[in-house]
């Protein structure tokens, strides 16, 4: 296991002690003294605020607590923090006040409960924060070979709690190194692999008690996206054309169901507000019907709530752009928080989209961005979705090049998708939106 992954294991296990001490405490301070710990309501309590902490750990790994660099952010810090005391404390409610049968009811245990994990959760972060400043807990890599991308990632090495010791290209210079510094990583580059030579001489030289990772790998595990310009055919065959096992499938598409009936009623709750003040901003209809490109390149018609002024793409389709004059001011609002998107409910609950995967683009602008990205249709392996990886990591795509960029996002998730990832997408998109509003 890498320093990094030991160092998030860490913080996981301390999260969990915390909330218990939270809870022995807050039952400790009700009944006056520590001799009530060891009976059956205190088992109960346990119980089910094992539940509740469950989910707590989930909101905090969405509000990216378990991210080693997200401690030098103090403003996104206690921002995060507020916006997790406010659904830890709603979740605990809901657990209790939905479940009238069960022998408790413990409000005041609850919100004292949150406050002290609160409390121990700041301190338990600054002291995990200062222990790495003064150890400077960094894991130590050298790179083999030069390759361009390698400034790319710089700052992000070190954020990500590793330190470049070295970029060389002779083994004997590998072998000084490691017999000066702890080295926990080798990293191979495309550079690298061209050479027989250069590979044979390093072999023969390597101790073997390293950690090796080619330069590709290393890329996707630092910035959670694919590097598009170091992967072939091989690498699609290998990471992507992989048949999706049945049991995530079918989670997923139970899920899409589920809860796209349940938004669309959410819809038809909000409909008539958003409507009305639709028809008083701006003339037009109301819904904007729009083709889009789906899994296996099928096209389909896209439902939104109109966030445009009539008759915006007369001249054709085009990108918008940052302060686009077409938007109207309650479209910008719509936008925004994401409720133009609401109609799109209905797309998932006919199976025409997903909650998560690869936004669907229009037709006219897959025709050419086919022609300017290598792989692009890759991207419609997989059924297109609400939100994706590449929604919650990187901005609005309006060139080329940052539907490249997407692009990189998006293989990603390819690579990478599952169930779990899903929902952290999922999770991620509303703390995304929860920032706008």
Not at 191 to 196: L, T
Not at 270 to 280: E, G, H, V
Request: hydrophobic fraction near 50%; proline fraction near 3%.
């Amino acid at each position: 296991m890498s320093k990094k992954y030991f160092l998030k294991l860490i913080l996981f296990i301390g999260d969990i002690v915390l909330m218990y001490s939270a809870l022995l405490l807050t039952l400790a301070i009700r009944e006056g003294d520590f001799t009530f710990l060891p009976g059956i309501q205190t088992r109960i309590f346990l119980v089910h605020f094992s539940v509740i902490y469950l989910f707590w750990l989930v909101m905090l790994f969405a509000f990216d607590f378990y991210e080693i660099s997200f401690f030098k952010k103090n403003f996104d810090f206690f921002r995060n923090l507020a916006l997790f005391l406010v659904f830890a404390t709603g979740f605990g409610i809901a657990y209790f006040y939905l479940q009238p049968e069960l022998v408790i009811a413990p409000k005041t245990i609850l919100f004292l409960n949150v406050l002290f994990f609160i409390f121990f959760f700041c301190g338990w972060r600054y002291l995990f924060s200062y222990i790495l400043k003064l150890k400077n807990l960094k894991e130590k890599i050298v790179i083999i070979g030069e390759q361009k991308e390698i400034k790319e990632i710089l700052p992000k090495i070190s954020e990500q709690g590793y330190e470049i010791i070295g970029i060389i290209s002779k083994a004997s210079q590998l072998k000084q190194i490691v017999t000066k510094e702890k080295i926990d990583l080798v990293v191979f580059t495309s550079e690298f692999y061209k050479n027989k030579e250069l590979i044979q001489q390093f072999f023969s030289e390597l101790p073997f008690n390293l950690n090796y990772i080619n330069f590709i790998d290393f890329y996707e595990a630092l910035t959670q996206k694919a590097l598009v310009e170091g992967i072939d055919e091989i690498w699609f065959l290998e990471n992507i054309f992989r048949k999706e096992s049945k049991i995530n499938k079918l989670f997923k598409r139970g899920f899409d169901v589920i809860f796209s009936f349940l938004g669309i009623l959410i819809t038809l709750i909000l409909f008539p507000f958003i409507a009305l003040i639709i028809k008083i901003t701006s003339p037009g209809p109301v819904f904007y019907f729009q083709k889009r490109v789906g899994k296996d390149g099928k096209i389909f018609t896209l439902y939104k709530f109109r966030t445009m002024i009539q008759g915006a793409e007369k001249n054709g389709p085009e990108w918008i752009a940052g302060n686009d004059f077409r938007i109207t001011k309650f479209g910008k609002f719509l936008r925004e928080t994401h409720l133009d998107e609401l109609p799109q409910f209905y797309n998932i609950l006919k199976g025409e989209i997903s909650f998560v995967g690869p936004r669907p683009e229009r037709p006219e602008f897959v025709a050419l961005l086919k022609k300017e990205i290598s792989y692009y249709e890759i991207r419609h392996f997989i059924k297109p979705g609400l939100t994706g990886w590449a929604q919650i990591k990187y901005h609005y795509g309006a060139s080329v090049d940052e539907a490249k960029e997407k692009l990189r996002y998006e293989l990603y998730y390819l690579k990478n998708q599952s169930f779990i990832f899903d929902l952290a997408i999922l999770l991620k998109t509303i703390q995304s939106v929860l920032k706008k509003c």
